[in-house]
């Protein structure tokens, strides 16, 4: 790809950006408190549930968080299914486009395994393997067959071998029990991984023919896969380095980062990728505008190691920005930090990790994108940064510069969720147990 065709792509991806965010200016600084239940993060995962978007660290029973850009779902360990925020294309499956500031149940299943969250769509894994996407899909990343927007979750195809998805802005990979690795929507700058054509595909179309696939992970305009020899392949657009390949051009089929075969898991962010090795280094490369690889000056093309700790358990990017998890329950922010979404408490970008308040209760499970959301070990989903849509899920679109009572009125006593749908401000919640008292960061 050349110089111009890289500026044309991130020309339409900001002006898309500036678009969806225009229409208010939330900015959350502090942390908000919305309880669920969740397993106790351990460092044993298989590297097929370690460290992918949509995989948390613990074994079950889990909870899974996925953040779309301007939307938010979980999956607490009922296995039942709550999205809220932006619902313009219905990406919260609940048959209507109307947007949520509180959780609402996505159907009646109780059978939910992953979710995953792209810009205005979202996919899900049952645990029968079956797989469902709903929302968007202007580019056939539904992968239905069609160019429809779904209001409600539709199986794709009839497989029940499905294992772990990843969805992004136009395109959809997932992967399959058999090792086979699927991917379908746009194609334009290869990411695919199909080669140059289809130049989209509205049905999952079969990535080569290896076997050994164990996870994925979807970015605006590339992809990149861990196998279960923990090689790390990428391909798509490198407009800024994201493939790690040390180029400036773009690979339509998977091409192996480096020679290390150490990599448990992997994330991609708009032009940016970060990843943990098994000794428990984190590395980062691509655009690095806002800091979001956490280190170097400039984008960087290969894999630059992020500071010197050997503790990293998880980590997530979004947008331009990124957030990571060490194994002493610690919770580190870094990039692009406009709307809060960092945590800190300012809005401030920062070009290195930065903790997240002081608690060492954080799981591993997290998502990010313009706000973030994770989990605690007591229980308690927190979320922060841009709530324009109530995508921070606490009743209302407002700013959270300071801590506020929750609003009273979100239904409580859902199995399985303790607090999901109460909001904790102060150690106080609405009708549920004790929050532990958040504390501003």
């Given amino acids: 790809m050349n110089a111009h065709r890289n500026d044309r792509l991130r020309t339409r991806w900001r002006q898309a950006a500036r678009t969806a965010l225009a229409a208010a200016a939330t900015v959350g600084i502090?942390?908000?408190?919305?309880?669920?239940?969740?397993?106790?993060?351990?460092?044993?995962?298989?590297?097929?549930?370690?460290?992918?978007?949509?995989?948390?660290?613990?074994?079950?029973?889990?909870?899974?968080?996925?953040?779309?850009?301007?939307?938010?779902?979980?999956?607490?360990?009922?296995?039942?299914?709550?999205?809220?925020?932006?619902?313009?294309n219905g990406q919260l499956g609940d048959?209507?486009?109307?947007?949520?500031?509180?959780?609402?149940?996505?159907?009646?299943?109780?059978?939910?395994?992953?979710?995953?969250?792209?810009?205005?769509?979202?996919?899900?894994?049952?645990?029968?393997?079956?797989?469902?996407?709903?929302?968007?899909?202007?580019?056939?990343?539904l992968g239905d067959?069609?160019?429809?927007?779904?209001?409600?979750?539709?199986?794709?195809?009839?497989?029940?071998?499905?294992?772990?998805?990843?969805?992004?802005?136009?395109?959809?990979?997932?992967?399959?029990?058999?090792?086979?690795?699927?991917?379908?929507?746009?194609n334009r700058h290869g990411q695919l991984g199909t080669g140059a054509s289809p130049y989209r595909a509205t049905t999952p179309v079969q990535v080569g023919t290896a076997t050994?696939?164990?996870?994925?992970?979807?970015?605006?305009?590339?992809?990149?896969?861990?196998?279960?020899?923990?090689t790390l392949w990428c391909w798509g657009s490198s407009s800024d380095g994201q493939l790690g390949l040390g180029?400036?051009?773009?690979?339509?089929?998977?091409?192996?980062?480096?020679?290390?075969?150490t990599w448990t898991g992997v994330t991609t962010g708009y032009a940016h990728t970060c990843a943990v090795r098994a000794d428990g280094t984190l590395w980062c490369w691509g655009e690095n505008g806002y800091g979001q690889v956490g280190g170097g000056a400039g984008f960087q093309t290969t894999p630059l190691q992020v500071g010197t700790?050997?503790?990293?358990?998880?980590?997530?990017?979004?947008?331009?920005?990124?957030?990571?998890?060490?194994?002493?329950?610690?919770?580190?922010?870094?990039g692009k930090n406009s709307y809060g979404q960092l945590g800190d408490g300012t809005t401030t970008h920062r070009s290195t990790p930065t903790q997240v308040g002081t608690a060492t209760t954080w799981t591993g499970v997290l998502a990010a994108s313009y706000h973030a959301c994770a989990a605690r070990t007591d229980g308690s989903l927190w979320c922060w940064g841009y709530n324009s849509l109530g995508q921070l899920g606490d009743g209302t679109a407002s700013s959270r510069r300071r801590f506020r009572r929750?609003?009273?009125?979100?239904?409580?006593?859902?199995?399985?969720?303790?607090?999901?749908?109460?909001?904790?401000?102060?150690?106080?919640?609405?009708?549920?147990?004790?929050?532990?008292?958040?504390?501003?960061?």
């Fill in 406 to 441: 929750g609003r009273r009125g979100i239904p409580l006593g859902v199995p399985g969720i303790h607090r999901l749908l109460s909001v904790c401000f102060g150690g106080h919640t609405m009708g549920g147990p004790a929050c532990g008292g958040p504390v501003p960061v």
């Fill in 95 to 141: 048959g209507t486009t109307t947007n949520r500031t509180a959780p609402i149940r996505v159907g009646d299943a109780t059978t939910w395994a992953r979710i995953d969250a792209g810009t205005s769509n979202t996919c899900a894994v049952r645990t029968d393997g079956t797989l469902w996407c709903w929302g968007g899909n202007a580019n056939g990343q």
């Fill in 145 to 186: 067959g069609t160019t429809t927007h779904r209001r409600s979750a539709v199986q794709i195809g009839t497989a029940t071998t499905w294992a772990n998805v990843s969805t992004a802005t136009s395109h959809t990979c997932a992967v399959q029990t058999t090792g086979t690795l699927w991917c379908w929507g746009l």
């Fill in 309 to 334: 700790a050997t503790t990293w358990a998880r980590v997530d990017a979004s947008i331009d920005s990124s957030c990571a998890a060490r194994t002493d329950g610690s919770l580190w922010c870094w």
């Fill in 247 to 261: 180029i400036l051009d773009y690979r339509a089929t998977p091409t192996q980062v480096g020679t290390a075969t």
């Fill in 30 to 88: 502090t942390l908000l408190a919305i309880g669920f239940t969740t397993g106790t993060a351990t460092a044993a995962a298989s590297p097929a549930d370690r460290d992918t978007p949509n995989a948390s660290l613990a074994a079950a029973p889990v909870s899974r968080i996925a953040t779309g850009d301007l939307h938010t779902c979980v999956i607490p360990t009922d296995a039942t299914l709550w999205c809220w925020g932006n619902n313009f």
């Fill in 212 to 230: 050994t696939w164990a996870s994925v992970a979807t970015g605006y305009a590339h992809t990149c896969a861990i196998r279960t020899d923990r």
